[in-house]
């Protein structure tokens, strides 16, 4: 089983959707859950960061964390084509390497 | 504040050369992650270093793999000699004192041929 699962996609919405991007991880020694967002040919770009259980929110972001059942969310409201990109979740245990998913292709068409 | 760079950005080279990666994190941040990210897989931790010091090199392939950071600033990455495997693309990171992110540089595209 791997570490964090996280489907590739792509995803496909049109402009103005909520978006809802999912990762489930599997050793409950995790306690940092990080989105990272990549677009093609750039390097990963920390978007939020939660330490533990609960929501964050920044803008039009917001990050979810169910450490119960070792789920973790990024919810993009009123997405826009310039969202498009690799959404990647990662996480790690304290200060040291994080674990990254897949990532997740999202589209946001015009 | 300027965030990580690496260079090269792109770099081909014939199974058997010789390669050095290089990488600059932010000024100040002690700590330096390289990862790699091959076709179809997810970024994979390579090795941590603080300071000039390696920290966690777990994740390191093989012997071919020789990371260095000397006097705790800029590092690099030497594969030697390279395998048609070592493709992919090499991240840098760094993250300052106490703190949790780690921020990513633009990555170098390796392709062995």
């Known amino acids: 089983q791997k570490e964090v699962e996280q489907d590739p996609g792509p995803l496909s919405v049109p402009e103005g959707a909520i978006v809802s991007l999912n990762c489930t991880y599997s050793?409950?020694?995790?306690?940092?859950f990080m989105w990272y967002r990549q677009y093609s040919r750039k390097g990963p770009e920390l978007l939020m960061y939660t330490y533990s259980s609960g929501n964050k929110e920044d803008g039009r972001f917001t990050a979810q964390v169910d450490k119960s059942s070792k789920y973790i969310s990024l919810f993009i409201r009123d997405s826009q084509p310039s969202d498009s990109a690799t959404y990647l979740c990662?996480?790690?245990?304290?200060?040291?390497?994080?674990?990254f998913g897949k990532g997740t292709m999202l589209l946001v068409s015009p | 504040e300027a965030g990580v760079t690496q260079f090269p950005s792109h770099s081909v080279i014939e199974k058997g050369q010789t390669v050095t990666l290089r990488c600059d994190p932010i000024?100040?941040?002690?700590?330096l992650y390289w990862y790699r990210r091959v076709m179809g897989k997810e970024i994979k931790f390579l090795l941590h270093?603080?300071?000039?010091?390696?920290?966690?090199e777990s994740g390191m392939p093989n012997n071919r793999f020789l990371a260095e950071r000397t006097g705790g600033t800029y590092s690099t990455l030497k594969v030697q000699p390279a395998e048609l495997e070592d493709s992919g693309v090499y991240f840098c990171?760094?993250?300052?004192?106490?703190?949790?992110?780690?921020?990513f540089g633009p990555g170098t595209r390796l392709t062995v041929t």
């Open positions: 050793n409950s020694a995790f306690q940092y």
């Open positions: 000024s100040g941040h002690d700590n």
């Open positions: 270093f603080v300071k000039e010091s390696k920290q966690d």
């Open positions: 990662a996480v790690y245990s304290g200060y040291s390497t994080l674990t």
């Open positions: 990171a760094s993250r300052g004192q106490d703190r949790s992110e780690q921020y």
